[in-house]
T-cell receptor, first 119, second 117 residues
Framework: GAVVSQHPSWVICKSGTSVKIECRSLDFQATTMFWYRQFPKQSLMLMAT?????????EQGVEKDKFLINHASLTLSTLTVTSAHPEDSSFYIC???????????????FGPGTRLTVT | AQTVTQSQPEMSVQEAETVTLSCTYD???????LFWYKQPPSRQMILVIR??????QNATENRFSVNFQKAAKSFSLKISDSQLGDTAMYFCAFMKGSNFGNEKLTFGTGTRLTIIP
């Protein structure tokens, strides 16, 4: 299957600083990308949906000024956690979706995730 | 809004045995997809199997098969001849059908499956 990469895989930052996480679709063009947050032993919580060249759509309760999403190209989306605090520590997963393929369906692939620790 | 319920937080089974994971969902949509995803300790999400709601035939992928009961809104996953590598968190997920590609996945709370040697 197709590959989605995330960088970095693990980041530690100090409270008050900002950190950027990159998500790349390596061998396909992603018309839509998704960002999820996952707490230990819990399910994935969708944070936002982004389409290339347009503003992201945030889920209710997600602060768009804190979690900045940029989908600048069909292969790259970034999530910037601004003024990070310890409560932002979590596992962040991106997912990239292809355009519609045969049968009217599209495939969705997940990145390996980024562990963010804010001290 | 759609909801996905997984009522089994944890399960364990002996290697080579068969195990069934339960999932129920609630929706008023007629066009939708259902999925089972696996998240092993590496935390990489892996698609196990997909079912289109309009298909009556249950999907199968090697040792993995589903029992899709549309009227009952039930979508269980059966793993046959379980292997140690099947140890993982399993998430059931729902997605509305769309031509636009923006529809989001709604995940259940997950079932932690442990295969015992």
């Amino acid at each position: 299957g197709a590959v989605v990469s995330q960088h970095p895989s693990w980041v530690i930052c100090k409270s008050g600083t900002s950190v950027k996480i990159e998500c790349r679709s390596l061998d396909f063009q992603a018309t839509t990308m998704f960002w999820y947050r996952q707490f230990p032993k819990q399910s994935l919580m969708l944070m936002a949906t982004s389409n290339e060249g347009s503003k992201a759509t945030y889920e209710q309760g997600v602060e768009k000024d804190k979690f900045l999403i940029n989908h600048a190209s069909l292969t790259l989306s970034t999530l910037t956690v601004t003024s990070a605090h310890p409560e932002d520590s979590s596992f962040y997963i991106c997912s990239a979706r292809t355009g519609v393929i045969a049968g009217g369906y599209y495939e969705q692939y997940f990145g390996p995730g980024t562990r963010l620790t804010v001290t | 809004a759609q909801t996905v319920t997984q009522s089994q937080p944890e399960m364990s089974v002996q290697e080579a045995e068969t195990v069934t994971l339960s999932c129920t969902y609630d929706t008023s949509e007629n066009n939708y997809y259902l999925f089972w995803y696996k998240q092993p300790p590496s935390r990489q999400m892996i698609l196990v199997i997909r079912q289109e709601a309009y298909k009556q035939q249950n999907a199968t992928e090697n040792r993995f098969s589903v029992n899709f009961q549309k009227a009952a809104k039930s979508f269980s996953l059966k793993i046959s001849d379980s292997q140690l590598g099947d140890t993982a968190m399993y998430f059931c997920a729902f997605m509305k059908g769309s031509n636009f590609g923006n529809e989001k996945l709604t995940f259940g709370t997950g079932t932690r499956l442990t295969i015992i040697p």
